[in-house]
């Protein structure tokens, strides 16, 4: 025996599987099988919310959801990112979502479910402003037998991800090994949006022993979209751990064979974050060699939330 209902304005079915009615954003407590129930739209192209939409709106294209300008109070949006590969954008059009009037990016697979008090919208479900988020993972890349700058990290930070204090970190891990009958160099530099903004240089003793090496950098917006700060550097530079006698370091903190280094930027830099930037880390070694090389065994980039 199928039972008819009304949730937020829409009269549905049960058993006959039909919703009749015009969908309407959702208020109150309904839960979130509940809004999905109430309807909604994937789009392809940029695409603002209206009165009579269902709560729910997807997008499969590098494409922004714009909010209501006048929403109701207790109005509840299920806002994702159906791509697999692009970015797309909320903008809360004028609104404060989550403290901040600034454009949110939705990163592929990702979704936010928020509602809006009567005078900002706050995110209630899905990823936030204040989300810790795992943007990308680094696959492994050997730079051996060649004296070119060779690139071991590469991204694209999306426009308006940063907002004005979010930062990035950047992580990875690798070896530095050197048979090649000589002290050789390895250049390390990091360039934002094509400008070279640390560029540092390890030396390499001709140990013939694999010594583990672990970086670690930082991008951070300081109160502004245009004004960044970078600053990193590597635990372990050059001979933290032998990697041929197994597991465990082979000396002590500030040892012989422990390193700390540091690589930063001596300014700020002016790069406009509302667009998108590129960011390489590359490795140039100072002599060709195949008993010379550095392997960098993989990374992650982190959002943290200023």
Known sequence: MSQSGKLGGVTFVDGAIGVSGTP???????????MLLMGGATHATN???????GPYHGSTAAATLQLRASPSTGEVRHLRNESATLYCSVDPNGKNLDGATTFFVLLPGEFQIIRYDGTAWYTIGGVGRKSVRSLTNFAAVNV???AAETEILGFTIPANFLGANGQLRFGWYGSYFN???????FQIKCKVGGTTFIDGTENIGATGTTWGTRYDFTIKNAGATNVNYMAGGGIGLVDFVA????????????GASVRLGELQSNTD??????????????????FSSSSLYYKHWGGTVLYLPG
């Open 179 to 185: 048979n090649s009958g000589g002290t050789r160099s």
């Open 269 to 286: 830099m002016a790069k406009d974050s509302t667009a998108d930037l590129a960011v390489s880390f590359t490795v140039t070694p100072s």
């Open 243 to 254: 990697m041929t006698t197994g597991v465990g370091a082979t000396g002590l903190l500030g």
């Open 144 to 146: 051996v037998s060649t």
């Open 47 to 53: 695409y603002t919310l209206t009165a009579t939409d």
């Open 24 to 34: 309407q954003p959702m208020t109150g407590g309904a839960s979130i099988s509940e």
